[in-house]
């Protein structure tokens, strides 16, 4: 089999053969490497748009003044990879952080409650619903570009908003 697949590779047409097998397996290297940062990229429209979470976070998770209160902020939050989710998921009780999962408290799927159970200090529903793939998006991008950062830099910001905003100008000194 090598002896044929060696005068396959000789000819005119092996040599094409050849050269896309070898470009066919360097993208899927390119592509395996860059899911993480593709999901993170995700997450992160999912929480400028469609989660608004930087109407009360902030566009850098520094947390500010929003319509239920002062967001914390998610740079500085203690909060593990699975309490993030379920923070998302289901909001905060007595609290205005919002719940994304449709069903939350309509069972005891958060916070082993219902919103029977906590009356008047039921979050709000969420502007918007998240998947579950939504969700985990939403995690990795706070795990990679906000958690555990210090001040937000000129690198962040054009991530966040694209080089071709006024946004940034701050950052620019």
């Given at each position: 089999?090598?002896?044929?697949?060696?005068?396959?590779s000789r000819g005119?047409?092996?040599?094409?053969?050849?050269?896309?097998?070898?470009?066919?397996?360097?993208?899927?290297?390119?592509?395996?490497?860059?899911?993480?940062?593709?999901?993170?990229?995700?997450?992160?429209?999912?929480?400028?748009?469609?989660?608004?979470?930087?109407?009360?976070?902030?566009?850098?998770?520094?947390?500010?003044?929003?319509?239920?209160?002062?967001?914390?902020?998610?740079?500085?939050?203690?909060?593990?990879?699975?309490?993030?989710?379920?923070?998302?998921?289901?909001?905060?009780?007595?609290?205005?952080?919002p719940y994304h999962?449709?069903?939350?408290?309509?069972?005891?799927?958060?916070?082993?409650?219902?919103?029977?159970?906590?009356?008047?200090?039921?979050?709000?529903?969420?502007?918007?619903?998240?998947?579950?793939?939504?969700?985990?998006?939403?995690?990795?991008?706070?795990?990679?570009?906000?958690?555990?950062?210090?001040?937000?830099?000129?690198?962040?910001?054009?991530?966040?908003?694209?080089?071709?905003?006024?946004?940034?100008?701050?950052?620019?000194?």
């Amino acid at each position: 089999m090598t002896g044929r697949f060696w005068m396959i590779s000789r000819g005119r047409g092996g040599v094409v053969i050849v050269m896309l097998a070898m470009l066919i397996l360097f993208a899927g290297a390119a592509i395996a490497q860059t899911a993480e940062e593709r999901q993170v990229d995700f997450g992160k429209e999912i929480y400028k748009s469609k989660a608004t979470c930087l109407f009360c976070h902030r566009w850098d998770g520094n947390g500010d003044q929003g319509y239920g209160g002062i967001a914390l902020s998610l740079r500085k939050t203690q909060l593990t990879h699975d309490q993030l989710i379920e923070t998302i998921r289901c909001g905060r009780p007595g609290t205005g952080m919002p719940y994304h999962d449709q069903f939350a408290y309509t069972d005891k799927r958060c916070y082993d409650v219902t919103r029977a159970d906590l009356g008047d200090k039921a979050p709000p529903q969420a502007v918007s619903f998240l998947a579950p793939r939504e969700v985990q998006a939403v995690v990795a991008f706070l795990e990679a570009k906000i958690k555990g950062r210090g001040p937000a830099t000129l690198e962040e910001c054009v991530y966040f908003w694209g080089a071709e905003t006024k946004e940034c100008d701050t950052y620019k000194n």
